[in-house]
């Protein structure tokens, strides 16, 4: 079953849960939208990456939210927005941690030969390919920083 089939699945489970669904419910169909324009705008049907592409940019812009949440001491709108983000966490491939993206990034750069922070774009092409889905870019780009000096 492609995510599409999988989004449609869990629209209807979330439909017959009643009340209890209603976040899920409308965090996936917020999702289905945003995929149906982008295949609208791409006039063909989405890949499984690509649809994973619009889930991770969801929940970043929902992250970057969240910070502004809590600037405006908003507690109910950080808390919408958490269970929006563990209801698309649910779609994304299991997330790398920061040890294991530092193993990634040690490979890439020993791969193109990178210096110093001079040779960051030589690193993060490669390696935001490698944890595409699977990491935050803002996490990606401190470690490679870090390692590059």
């Known amino acids: 079953m492609d995510l599409n089939e999988r989004l ?10 009643g009340p209890a669904g209603k976040v899920r419910l409308e965090t996936i169909r917020f999702l289905r939208a945003a ?6 705008e791409k006039q063909a049907p989405l890949s ?7 889930i991770t940019k969801q929940v970043k812009q929902l992250r970057d939210s969240m910070a502004d949440f809590q600037r405006s001491n908003r507690q109910d709108l ?15 491939p299991e997330q790398l941690s920061a040890d294991e993206v530092r193993d990634l990034a040690r490979k890439v750069i020993a791969q193109v030969g990178a210096q110093g922070p ?9 390696l935001m ?4 889905g ?16």
Do not use: H
């Not at 449609?8 to 849960?17: E, R, S, Y």
């Not at 269970?83 to 698309?88: N, Q, R, T």
């Not at 001079?118 to 490669?126: E, S, T």
């Open 134 to 149: 699977r990491a935050d870019g803002k996490l990606v780009q401190q470690i490679v920083k870090e390692l590059l000096g």
């Open 129 to 132: 390919a490698q944890t595409k």
């Open 78 to 92: 950080i808390e919408r927005a958490q269970a929006e983000i563990d209801v698309l966490s649910g779609y994304l």
């Open 8 to 17: 449609t699945q869990d629209m209807k489970a979330a439909l017959k849960a």
């Open 35 to 40: 995929v149906k324009n982008a295949e609208i």
């Open 118 to 126: 001079r040779d960051m774009g030589k690193v993060m092409g490669p």
């Open 48 to 54: 499984d990456d690509e649809v994973l592409g619009i």
